[in-house]
């Protein structure tokens, strides 16, 4: 946004004005306690929250009205964030308020600490307007900075007032103050959610301090010349982890790299799953261009592959470049698969899987947890009970052999580049080598789970699936194995089971639920002796 809307930006600019002079009384009650100076503070609430209404009033009618760029719309919602917060330090100072005239002793309050760091809030609320008008980090960063001294004035405040408590002499005002000093606390934290926001903002996604200053250490990295470097948000996993497209000048059209940013051992893993892929089966998964670490948070920047997922090319393509896709995808499974096999036993354990995300399932589904219950003569016992004997019945059927997988197999993990005519696998901090049919199970409930309503495209979808398992059973002959079928249907289970935690539509989710049980009810209900000719009615669950 290369302005901001006049009437945001004067209420905004009123704002910080207002929140400066409540300070400015604090500072003074804090020289000299009075009642007039404690009802000043209080009386002038009604302002702050009007002023802070007004912005957010302006912000969802700005957005309602249309803005033409998501980061325009991002931006405004950061800067309803920020008049949020700075009127949550007008809240603040009514609490230290209410808090301190509890002390009636000068000495125990030790006032001056108080006045200093109050002081720089002050300093710091000058700086939150320009630093939004200006669209300037650094500012931002400024702020942090007083931030960082507010930080160890409290803990000096702190210490002063543990050291005097140990002393055993006015301890009822002294543990009235360390609520003073507490809620003072609260400044450093309203002013660290700012500065973050107005980074944010300007960086185009939700960012921390560790994060962007991360982001900067790779930028340096990849920045070419005068080319200013700009960042567009994709996505943003379910653990946190935003994922964004880099560009700059030299670039006409795409990304020049993929960057991620969130938890470190999160992209710990991810980047010792690229590692691992580059040095097994070279060429399938991205390469790591940078990796950055600071505290708790990491940055990684990856090779930006060119195409499409393979949820879009299913979702949005044509028949015809479907079934291109999917013939490139079994082209590359099967030489994979062929090249990473080895005789090394590594079961998935579908149902200890499955064990270990039913609690998971039944928090977003509460109906689903149904105890053993038996209809006349049938005994229907629970989820819980049908895979505590699947568990065990799944130990006396281990795969032949192990490949190196995916671990995530969804199609929105897959990348086709119909011009190339490759395949290409991302998000791969969960690969291992162990029983491809996880692999196979997942790419075929990730297709099952598409909440696509037309009736032809579902259809399509469903094939999708179908020739995935062909593929797969084809592959399984080949190989010998022979248990493929039964751990084709615990893996779907878990696959469908373990999905519906994250969906809410209630009929997919059931569906998707029964097809579990039933799945693993079929297996158990087998004959030994028949084992190794049972086949799942893949045909019959891949419907609507």
């Known amino acids: 946004m290369k302005k901001i809307p006049t009437e945001i930006k004067e209420n905004l600019q009123f704002l910080c004005v207002e929140i400066d002079a409540q300070l400015a009384t604090l500072s003074s009650y804090y020289r000299n306690p009075s009642a007039s100076l404690a009802r000043k503070v209080r009386d002038r609430a009604g302002y702050a929250y009007n002023l802070k209404t007004r912005i957010h009033t302006a912000t969802v009618n700005r957005i309602a009205a249309g803005v033409e760029h998501d980061s325009d719309k991002f931006c405004l919602r950061c800067i309803e964030f920020i008049a949020t ?75 002063r007032y543990v050291s005097a408590l140990k002393k055993q002499t006015q301890t009822k005002q002294l543990t009235q103050a360390l609520f003073v000093a507490y809620e003072m606390k609260q400044f450093d934290d309203a002013l660290l959610r700012i500065s973050e926001t107005i980074v944010s903002a300007n960086v185009g996604q939700p960012i921390n301090f560790e994060r962007y200053y991360s982001f900067q250490s790779l930028i340096s990295d990849v920045e070419k010349g005068d080319s200013d470097v700009t960042i567009t948000p994709i996505a943003e996993t379910r653990s946190g982890t935003a994922i964004s497209g880099l560009s ?161 197999f969804n199609v929105d993990n897959i990348i086709f580049d119909p011009i190339e005519n490759r395949i290409n696998f991302i998000d791969l901090h969960r690969s291992k080598y162990t029983d491809y049919v996880q692999d196979v199970t997942i790419f075929m409930v990730s297709n099952y789970r598409l909440q696509i309503l037309d009736s032809e495209r579902r259809k399509q979808i469903m094939k999708m699936a179908i020739e995935m398992y062909r593929f797969a059973r084809r592959f399984a002959k080949q190989h010998q194995d022979n248990t493929f079928e039964i751990r084709l249907a615990l893996g ?36 030994p002796k028949q084992i190794h000719r049972f086949s799942v009615p893949v045909k019959e669950i891949f419907v609507e």
């Not at 209410?98 to 200093?116: G, N």
């Not at 505590?388 to 059927?397: D, P």
């Open 85 to 159: 917060d700075i009127e949550r330090i007008a809240e603040i100072c009514r609490h230290c308020i209410t808090q301190s005239e509890q002390i009636h002793d000068a000495q125990a309050l030790m006032s001056k600490a108080f006045i200093a760091i109050v002081k720089k809030v002050r300093q710091a609320i000058k700086l939150i307007l320009p630093a939004v008008i200006e669209r300037k980090s650094s500012i931002a960063l400024d702020i942090e900075q007083i931030n960082q001294g507010l930080r160890s004035s409290h803990q000096r405040l702190i210490k």
């Open 248 to 408: 700059n000048g030299a670039e006409k059209t795409g990304f020049m790299a993929v960057y991620k940013d969130g938890q470190k051992q999160k992209l710990k893993e991810e980047k010792q799953g690229l590692n691992s892929w580059d040095s097994i089966y070279p060429g399938l998964a991205p390469k790591i261009l940078s990796y950055q670490k600071r505290g708790e948070s990491a940055a990684l920047l990856i090779e930006h592959l060119p195409g499409y997922t393979l949820e879009k090319v299913i979702v949005n393509e044509s028949e015809k470049l479907q079934k291109q896709a999917l013939k490139a995808l079994k082209k590359t499974l099967e030489s994979l698969w062929t090249e990473t096999l080895r005789k090394k036993v590594s079961p998935a354990l579908f149902m200890q899987q499955m064990d270990s995300r039913l609690a998971d399932v039944y928090k977003i589904h509460p109906e689903f947890d149904a105890a053993n219950s038996q209809i006349g003569d049938y005994d229907c016992p629970s989820m819980k009970s049908l895979i505590k004997q699947a568990r065990q019945l799944e130990k006396q059927y281990p795969p032949p052999f192990s490949v190196y997988i995916h671990g995530d």
């Open 492 to 527: 779907l289970a878990r696959a469908f089971a373990s999905s519906t935690r994250f969906i809410l539509d209630k009929a997919l989710a059931k569906r998707m639920f029964y097809r579990a049980r039933y799945l693993i009810d079929l297996v158990l209900t087998t004959h």
